[in-house]
């Protein structure tokens, strides 16, 4: 059951491009959704987050932009650099007690120079 | 000066074996979580705890058991080991359970043969 989804395991771009990674989920309760990024041999660490409330949030180089109604958000990196090459974990959770985070399996970008 | 520590980082041991994994947070945080990374890249929910108190437990086997001495620490037991156990366990904290970002650690992975 899985209610945080990136359906493409892969995503290769050029040095200087952008980058689009895209997340679906199928919980309506899930009101706040962020992303991470995981470099081998490493923890997953907090790259970005948007609440339900927003359609969009921009952080340098890193935008989510979020679409309630198709219950999709997408990650938008520009211009993507070598270094961005990692794996990207989509999460969400909802408001309440109790809550917990659930992850997407996980998106390997590469990023060519 | 590291926020979410977890030992050893990696764990070779036979099945039917008993183990522990260490996690330490410096942060400050309320919550502390296990999370399971299988050979599919999942990061699934094992345990949740705020301040020593269990809030979540995601239907894992009692061979599982997960202590807190205080809301620091956060450890992991497995009785009876299986190969299926072999994972990535990482641990992680947030401030409160709900809408905030975690901090993991770097991850234990647990072989088992």
């Known amino acids: 059951d899985q209610q945080v989804k990136q359906n493409s395991p892969s995503l290769s771009v050029q040095e200087g491009r952008i980058s689009i990674l895209n997340c679906d989920y199928t919980n309506s309760m899930f009101d706040y959704f962020l992303w991470y990024k995981k470099y081998p041999a490493e923890g997953p660490t907090f790259l970005i987050s948007i609440s339900s409330i927003k359609d969009k949030n921009e952080d340098g180089r890193f935008t989510v932009f979020l679409n309630k109604s198709a219950k999709h958000l997408s990650l938008h990196i520009v211009p993507s650099q070598p270094g961005d090459s990692a794996v990207y974990f989509c999460a969400a959770s909802y408001t309440g007690a109790n809550s917990k985070l659930t992850f997407g399996k996980g998106i390997t970008l590469s990023v060519r120079p | ?113």
């Open chain 2, 1 to 113: 000066d590291t926020a979410v520590s977890q030992t050893p980082k990696y764990l070779v041991t036979q099945m039917g074996n008993d183990k522990s994994i260490k996690c330490e947070q410096n942060l400050g945080h309320d919550t502390m979580y296990w999370y399971k990374q299988d050979s599919k890249k999942f990061l699934k929910i094992m345990f949740s705890y705020n301040n020593k108190e269990l809030i979540i437990n995601e239907t894992v086997p009692n061979r599982f058991s997960p202590k807190s001495p205080d809301k620091a620490h956060l450890n992991l037991h497995i009785n009876s080991l299986e190969l299926g156990d072999s994972a990535v366990y990482f641990c992680a904290s947030s401030q409160a359970s709900g809408n905030y970002g975690y901090t993991f650690g770097s991850g234990t992975r647990l072989t088992v043969v």
